[in-house]
Every structure is written in C-alpha cells, then in structure tokens.
C-alpha cells in the first residue's frame, strides 16, 4: 500500500511558479503510476498529470500541457510537480495517488487511490 503526503502548494501571483512533493510511503511506490489532480472549489477532482514507474512516460491534461512538469525520484519515494506560468483557474487542491488499477485509463479518476490530504494552491491575479 501507497500513502501519499503533499506538500509544496502556497499562494502565487499570476505567472509565478511552484514545484508540489508528494512523499509516498510504501515499499512498492516504485511499480506504481502516479497522478497528480486537482480540485477547485465547487468543481469535481480534475486530472492533472501522470508519470509511468520509470519516469519515461509523462501524460498531462490539455490544460496545463507546456507549462506543468511531473517528475519523480524513486529512491527517495517522490513524486513533483513543477508548476510554471500559473493562471488564476490552477487554484485547487493539489493531491497525488498511486494508480492502482493497472490497465485502467491513466487520466481517470477511479484509476487511482489512497489519496492524501492534498495541498492548496492559491494563484491571485
């Protein structure tokens, strides 16, 4: 099992930057996908990101394709996300989870569980 901490978010002007940490606990973190979402007040939790367990293949929503980056260091159990050029709507909660549904859609919420608490990301304009 895979429980992840997020840290990282804060509060940003309009065409600042930010990088998110999830630190997953687990001996397995490393055969696992992991996906970043987000979930904007009144809104349902929206894909944002998503990383195969090597970290060769990337996947990002069309929204914050060219400006969002997701990384991750399997020794030290972390997954990022780079945050560049951000807009008022990419205020949210931020939370990343393990994809536990291995053949499921990648950009699919019920792909992936054991969330965290997540962490807000505040962009003022």
């Known amino acids: 099992q895979v429980q992840p901490v997020e840290s990282g978010g804060g509060l940003v002007q309009a065409g600042g930057s930010l990088r998110l940490s999830c630190a997953a606990s687990?001996?397995?973190?490393?055969?696992?996908?992991m996906g970043w979402f987000r979930q904007a007040p009144g809104k349902e939790r929206e894909f944002v990101a998503a990383?195969?367990?090597?970290?060769?293949?990337?996947f990002y929503a069309d929204s914050v394709k060219g400006r969002f980056t997701i990384a991750r260091d399997n020794a030290k159990n972390t997954v990022y996300l780079k945050m560049n050029s951000l807009k008022p709507e990419d205020t949210a909660v931020y939370y990343c989870?393990?994809?536990?549904?291995?053949?499921?859609?990648?950009?699919?919420?019920?792909?992936?569980?054991?969330w965290g608490q997540g962490t807000q990301v505040t962009v003022s304009s």
């Open positions: 989870a393990p994809k536990t549904r291995r053949g499921a859609s990648y950009y699919t919420l019920a792909s992936y569980d054991y």
């Open positions: 687990g001996r397995t973190f490393s055969t696992y996908v």
């Open positions: 990383i195969s367990w090597k970290g060769d293949s990337t």
